[in-house]
């Protein structure tokens, strides 16, 4: 990796974090239904994993307004009054786990799972996220999922 594409991870990194909730559940959700067809053939092998698997089936099972709660709390990792899905469970899968349980949920937004309205615009700084990783090089997307995951 050069140095370059080490600052470009680290600045989106960066950038990421310090977004609100709804913004990082926004970025993940604008950036997985954009690659959708490149991420399975380069680290998912087209395999459904079972415990990623495990966790969407759960989230598909509640309703709208508590998923959206649910995925808040998964990201954050943080567990909030009583929580319909453990943030224990899902911080105890492998990283290349929960690229596919993100994976997974943009696969079924707008039907199982809820998604993004079609008329949200993303806050300013959601957007200078998502044009910072507008980029050519589908590694560097998944090096930075996996560090933001």
């Known amino acids: 990796m050069t140095s370059t594409n ?10 990421f974090q310090s977004l609100d909730i709804d913004d990082r559940l926004t970025v993940l959700a604008l950036l997985y239904t954009e690659i959708t067809d490149e991420i399975p053939a380069l680290c998912l092998n087209n395999v459904p994993n ?7 089936a ?6 709208q307004a508590e998923q959206l ?3 808040r ?11 319909p899905i453990s943030t224990q469970e899902y911080a105890s899968i492998s990283t290349e ?3 596919a349980f993100w994976y997974q949920l943009a696969q079924n937004l707008g039907t199982t799972i809820i998604a993004v309205p079609n008329d ?5 700084k959601a957007t200078e996220v998502l044009d910072l990783l507008h980029t050519p090089n589908i590694d560097d ?9």
């Open 73 to 83: 709390q998964l990201l954050n990792q943080e567990e909030v009054g009583e929580s």
């Open 69 to 71: 709660f649910a995925l």
């Open 50 to 56: 079972e415990k990623s698997a495990n966790l969407v």
């Open 6 to 15: 080490v600052n470009f991870l680290e600045q989106s990194v960066t950038k």
């Open 97 to 99: 786990d929960k690229l």
């Open 58 to 63: 759960q989230i598909q099972n509640l309703p």
């Open 141 to 149: 997307l998944v090096t930075f999922f996996k560090r933001v995951l």
């Open 120 to 124: 949200y615009i993303p806050s300013e």
